[in-house]
Every structure is written in C-alpha cells, then in structure tokens.
C-alpha cells in the first residue's frame, strides 16, 4: 500500500496493490493516484491480511485510468484491491517499516 509521510501504518487506506511499487511514477501512472487525493505518494507500506476473526472482504480489479488536475491523463493497468469494510483497514497488520520509494 501507498502511504504518505507522517500517515501511521496503523491507519491504512482503502487500496492497495499486489505489484512491486518501484517509484512515484509507476504509483502515479500505473497505480492512477491522483494528486488531490494524495499528494504525498513516498513510502510503500506491506501488510498482511488476519487470518482469525471474521474474514476481511476485498475486491480485487485492475486500476482503470484517470485524469489528473496536475499531471493529465494517468492510464492505470495494475492490480488493485479494495478492502471494502472500512473497520477492517485496521486490522491489517503492517510488515516490517515502510520503505521509500523515489
């Protein structure tokens, strides 16, 4: 998952995805992160899905594209997955520290 500095990993957003996150670029073109939803895309942060408790619903897709108000047409094409309980997003639990990307 794409977080921002200073987000806690203990608060993950709705999103993720299984692709190895090599740079910004590939979170803004490839992953469609636009930059009024999140202007800060510098760490990657994994984490791993509980396997007690009630299950975690998700749905898995593939990014489609979007139009930013800075950057222009960002075309998407990666896997994504929603975590679709927003309760849920808490009880992931993060892998180690976040990692930054360039």
């Given at each position: 998952m794409v977080i921002s500095r200073g987000q806690p990993?203990?608060?993950p957003g709705g999103f993720g995805t299984?692709?190895?996150v090599p740079d910004q670029a590939f979170v803004r073109n490839r992953l469609a992160i636009r930059t009024d939803w999140k202007p800060d895309v510098?760490?990657?942060?994994?984490?791993?899905?509980?396997?007690?408790g009630d299950p975690i619903r998700i749905q898995e897709s593939i990014i489609g594209?979007?139009?930013d108000p800075v950057l222009?047409?960002?075309p998407g094409g990666a896997t994504q997955l929603e975590i679709m309980n927003f309760a849920d997003r808490a009880r992931l639990i993060p892998i180690g520290d976040p990692v930054?990307?360039?």
């Amino acid at each position: 998952m794409v977080i921002s500095r200073g987000q806690p990993v203990s608060r993950p957003g709705g999103f993720g995805t299984f692709e190895d996150v090599p740079d910004q670029a590939f979170v803004r073109n490839r992953l469609a992160i636009r930059t009024d939803w999140k202007p800060d895309v510098s760490l990657v942060q994994r984490y791993a899905v509980p396997t007690h408790g009630d299950p975690i619903r998700i749905q898995e897709s593939i990014i489609g594209p979007q139009d930013d108000p800075v950057l222009g047409h960002l075309p998407g094409g990666a896997t994504q997955l929603e975590i679709m309980n927003f309760a849920d997003r808490a009880r992931l639990i993060p892998i180690g520290d976040p990692v930054e990307i360039s």
